[in-house]
């Protein structure tokens, strides 16, 4: 069955960065765009990034300038690279798979369980 599976988040201070990873498995990661989306406290779902299997990269523009996404295929990972993170950056992060919407959130066949990011000194 489809398995996404999130490693890397923790506290990090202001200015700082991280790197996300997104172990995939279930599926045939090379033929599918994969997406990042977070979860701020008390709101909604922010698409921050997708990749597509030819490795072209689309942004929000919470993510625009600051965060690039990647994949390894031989690892069957994705990637979100983040920089200059600030405070409002807090929030679950979330890897998703090709197919993900607002409504099927939390539905293990297109998304990963989610790693906090806490940014604060």
């Known amino acids: 069955q489809v398995q996404l599976v999130e490693f890397g988040g923790g506290l990090v201070q202001p200015g700082g960065s991280l790197t996300l990873s997104c172990r995939a498995s279930g599926f045939t990661f090379s033929r599918t765009t994969m997406s990042w989306v977070r979860q701020a406290p008390g709101k909604g779902l922010e698409w921050l990034s997708n990749i597509s299997p030819g490795g072209a990269t689309y942004y929000g523009d919470s993510a625009k300038g600051r965060f690039t996404a990647s994949r390894d295929f031989g690892k069957s990972t994705s990637y979100l690279q983040m920089k200059s993170l600030n405070p409002e950056d807090t929030a679950v992060y979330y890897c998703?798979?090709?197919?993900?919407?607002?409504?099927?959130?939390?539905?293990?066949?297109?998304w990963g369980q989610g790693t906090q990011v806490t940014v604060s000194s």
């Open positions: 998703a798979k090709e197919g993900w919407s607002y409504a099927n959130f939390n539905d293990q066949n297109y």
